[in-house]
Each structure stands twice: as structure tokens, then as C-alpha cells.
Nanobody
Framework: QVQLVESGGGLVQPGGSLRLSCAASGSFFSINYMDWYRQAPGKERELVASIRSGGSPNYADSVKGRFTISRDNAKNTVDLQMNSLKPEDTAVYYC??????????????WGQGTQVTVSS
């Protein structure tokens, strides 16, 4: 079983910054993709940023130039640096990981979510 634990959410003023972190723990062979999703009230969950092991990051158009995703493969962590935050970035942010087990099966795991609120 794999657990994803997020941290770093909170309340910030427009134009401010926050850094989210997610740590994966458990028994597994490797982690393929590590992603950040978000879900605002009344809206569907959307992909914010994604990074593959050894690959380049990808971003939603709405966050390009403001958010940066990074991962540490040795520590099995993924961070999301969020700058120039806007009220429309307010949402619950979820960490997601596509994990390869020792039996070579792929499984999708989610964190519990962390609230980000951008408001003056």
C-alpha cells in the first residue's frame, strides 16, 4: 500500500506565494508520474501540473509561468511552488501518483487534499 501525504496549504493574499509538498511512502518499485490536481467548489477536479520520472513538467494553461512542479526521486516527493496566486486558484489541491509495484502492476494513488485559499 502507498500513502501520499500533502502539506503546505493555507490562506494567502492575491499575488502571494505558497509551496505545497507531497511525500509518498510504502512499498513499491518506482513512481512513474507525480501530479498535482485541484478541485474548486462546484467544479470538476482538474490537472494542474504533472512530472514524469526523468521527464519534463507539464502545466495547465491557467498556471503556466506562475507554478513550478519539482520532484525528488530519491525521497519520493513532489512539490508545487505557486507564485502570483489569484483568487481563482482557490481550491483543494490533491497529490496524485502512478506507482509501479514490485509485481509490475500500475496503480493510481491520491493524497487527502490540502486547502489553498487566495483572498484579501
Amino acid at each position: 500500500q502507498v500513502q501520499l501525504v500533502e502539506s503546505g496549504g493555507g490562506l494567502v493574499q492575491p499575488g502571494g506565494s505558497l509551496r505545497l509538498s507531497c511525500a509518498a511512502s510504502g512499498s513499491f518499485f518506482s513512481i512513474n508520474y507525480m501530479d498535482w490536481y485541484r478541485q474548486a467548489p462546484g467544479k470538476e477536479r482538474e490537472l494542474v501540473a504533472s512530472i514524469r520520472s526523468g521527464g519534463s513538467p507539464n502545466y495547465a494553461d491557467s498556471v503556466k509561468g506562475r507554478f513550478t512542479i519539482s520532484r525528488d526521486n530519491a525521497k519520493n516527493t513532489v512539490d508545487l511552488q505557486m507564485n502570483s496566486l489569484k483568487p481563482e486558484d482557490t481550491a483543494v489541491y490533491y497529490c496524485n501518483a502512478l506507482v509501479l509495484s514490485y509485481s509490475y502492476s500500475l496503480s493510481d494513488y491520491w493524497g487527502q487534499g490540502t486547502q489553498v485559499t487566495v483572498s484579501s
